[in-house]
């Protein structure tokens, strides 16, 4: 029922900045909670932070509050990660995905029902 585009991705150094994006198609955004995962290189895919479908409750892996900022703007049919003060190892690939009906937990990649292709965040030291 929607489809997810993430961009903004790039290289920047520590202590840098970046803002992703990801775009989602449709007009029904709203119905769905949005999560942001990411991929370091070897390891497994880790939570980062979510949002809820108004955009009101934002939630947030320890390793990246006051850190990253969540939001949303179903106008747009956007969802955005903010990613300030960035450190060599939140390198990884970024993938935000889309819920539509809560089943247990908001921290867990099998939670999610639709996903973006990724885009690389490579913070250099």
């Known amino acids: 029922q929607v489809q997810l585009v993430e961009s903004g991705g790039g290289l920047v150094q520590a202590g840098g900045s970046l803002r992703l994006s990801c775009a989602a198609s449709?007009?029904?955004?709203?119905?769905?909670?949005m999560g942001w995962f990411r991929r370091p290189p070897g390891k497994e895919r880790e939570f980062v932070a979510a949002?809820?479908?108004?955009?009101?409750?934002?939630y947030y892996a320890d390793s990246v509050k006051g850190r990253f900022t969540i939001s949303r703007d179903n106008a747009k049919n956007t969802a955005y990660l903010q990613l300030n003060s960035l450190k060599p190892e939140d390198t990884a690939v970024y993938y935000c995905?889309?819920?539509?009906?809560?089943?247990?937990?908001?921290?867990?990649?099998?939670?999610?029902?639709?996903w973006g292709q990724g885009t690389q965040v490579t913070v250099s030291s």
């Open positions: 995905a889309a819920d539509r009906f809560y089943t247990g937990s908001h921290v867990s990649p099998e939670e999610y029902d639709y």
């Open positions: 449709g007009r029904t955004f709203s119905d769905y909670h």
């Open positions: 949002i809820t479908k108004s955009g009101i409750s934002t």
